[in-house]
């Protein structure tokens, strides 16, 4: 089963504005929405930013999304502590027929 | 308030089944599809299928097929799957997620997650 490509780690210091990539193809990010999810330490995941650049009531206006073609990216600005979690990208896939998710991004604030 | 409330932990041994429950409350259950997602021990996220709102449609990830089932029951608002032919690969956490439509809409609300071990 594919899955989508994102980085294993990111880091950044208090203030700082961090980027999480999240490659894929045409069956999956290329033709669909991407969703973005965070699931701090011993907690289930929580939607942060839907059909690619959308925010749930909530969130941030720090956390934002975009996609082009097959890749999308997660943006975090003014960094905090509190946002030290496992980030995952998600897309419908078409040849699935099902959901596929990133392997998960490790953000660290340092 | 949105709830999806889900079994608690299970421990069972290789080649038995598990049956994991998630009832959900402040909301219309027969509108929204759900899904169950699992977390191996350190491990990302991965898709095991989801169940159409009006329970006429499943469908598995081909990690899972065969040997993995989705039911609801719209009197009761509760989700449930069941996992058979367990291996020690299989434990993990187990999460129940709302779907807000569409297939490839996101998962809005989850559960608080169900570990499954599977030990000897």
């Known amino acids: 089963q594919s899955v989508l490509t994102q980085p294993p780690s990111a880091s950044g210091t208090p203030g700082q504005r961090v980027t999480i990539s999240c490659s894929g193809s045409s069956s999956n990010i290329g033709g669909n929405s991407v969703n973005w999810y965070q699931q701090l330490p011993g907690a289930a995941p929580r939607l942060l930013i839907y059909?690619?650049?959308q925010r749930p009531s909530g969130v941030p206006d720090r956390f934002s999304g975009s996609k082009s073609g097959t890749s999308a990216s997660l943006a975090i600005s003014g960094l905090q502590s509190d946002d030290e979690a496992d980030y995952y990208c998600?897309?419908?896939?078409?040849?699935?027929?099902?959901?596929?998710f990133g392997r998960g991004t490790k953000l660290t604030v340092l | 308030q949105v709830q999806l409330l889900q079994s608690g932990a299970e421990l069972k041994t290789p080649g038995a089944s598990v049956k994991v429950s998630c009832k959900t409350s402040g909301y219309t259950f027969s509108y929204y599809a759900m899904h169950w997602v699992r977390q191996a021990p350190g491990q990302g996220l991965e898709w095991m299928g989801w169940?159409?709102?009006?329970?006429?449609?499943?469908k598995y990830s081909p990690m899972f097929q065969g040997r993995f089932t989705i039911t609801r029951d719209p009197s009761a608002s509760t989700l449930y799957m069941d996992l058979n032919t367990l291996t020690y690969e299989d434990t993990a956490i187990y999460f129940c997620?709302?779907?807000?439509?569409?297939?490839?809409?996101?998962?809005?609300?989850w559960g608080q997650g169900t570990l499954g071990t599977v030990s000897s």
């Open positions: 059909s690619s650049n």
């Open positions: 998600a897309a419908w896939d078409d040849s699935l027929s099902g959901v596929l």
């Open positions: 997620a709302r779907d807000v439509g569409a297939p490839g809409s996101p998962l809005d609300y």
């Open positions: 169940i159409n709102a009006d329970n006429t449609r499943t």
